[in-house]
């Protein structure tokens, strides 16, 4: 089989959309995660925070035969000001408890918007300016470049929550719609991750 994207997503709710829209099925059904394919993807749920999205990637990382052609988390998170349904790709991600800053390396991905996101340890009622706040972003890349190395990996943000829509107001069916207005971007981020994979193993 050849490489495919590892998707990291973590709440059901949030992956529920890109699963129908992708056409995923259930893989690995004796293992502790839900987790879903198809000949480009495997999507595992890893549950909310950073530790347990950087478990996700190595248990998925050791479940797969093959090395992934990329690293993709997809996930909702807060912003000051942008409206709900905003999309931005990383271009930095900020670990608050390691005090370090992660540089994404954007060439070969599609031009979306980009945004510093910065990820916290329990959910954030503030919303500093200039960046989004989620809670995996940051173990999850770190994961990444420890296993593969800091290439092809990809982080992408829904805006479910601003200071007029506060993170209380979160529903999975707000999930759900958020992620599936934006699948068509989404997927055009996991099909730069194979181009991109398949150039370098030419």
């Not at 089989?1 to 259930?26: C, D, S, Y």
């Not at 749920?45 to 090395?67: E, I, N, P």
């Not at 790709?89 to 994404?104: K, Q, W």
Request: aromatic share 6%.
């Amino acid at each position: 089989m050849k490489n495919r994207v590892n998707v990291v997503m973590a709440l059901l709710p949030e992956a529920q959309p890109l699963i129908e829209a992708w056409g995923l099925k259930p893989v690995l059904t004796d293992g502790p995660y839900r987790c879903f394919e198809n000949d480009e993807v495997v999507l595992i749920v890893s549950g909310l925070g950073a530790d347990l999205a950087a478990a996700a990637c190595g248990y998925l990382y050791g479940a797969v035969a093959q090395r992934p052609a990329g690293w993709l988390n997809v996930g909702i998170g807060g912003h000051g000001h942008l409206p709900l349904g905003s999309l931005r790709m990383a271009d930095t991600v900020v670990d608050l408890r390691g005090a370090i800053e992660f540089p994404m390396r954007l060439g070969g991905l599609p031009e979306l918007q980009t945004s510093k996101i910065t990820a916290y340890f329990k959910a954030e009622p503030r919303y500093p300016e200039g960046t989004i706040c989620d809670m995996e972003s940051a173990g999850f890349v770190a994961a990444c470049r420890r296993l593969t190395g800091p290439e092809g990996i990809a982080v992408l943000k829904v805006v479910s929550d601003n200071a007029e829509h506060p993170a209380e107001d979160i529903t999975p069916k707000l999930a759900f719609d958020l992620l599936n207005e934006k699948a068509t971007e989404i997927r055009s981020v996991v099909t730069a991750l194979l181009q991109m994979n398949a150039t370098v193993k030419a």
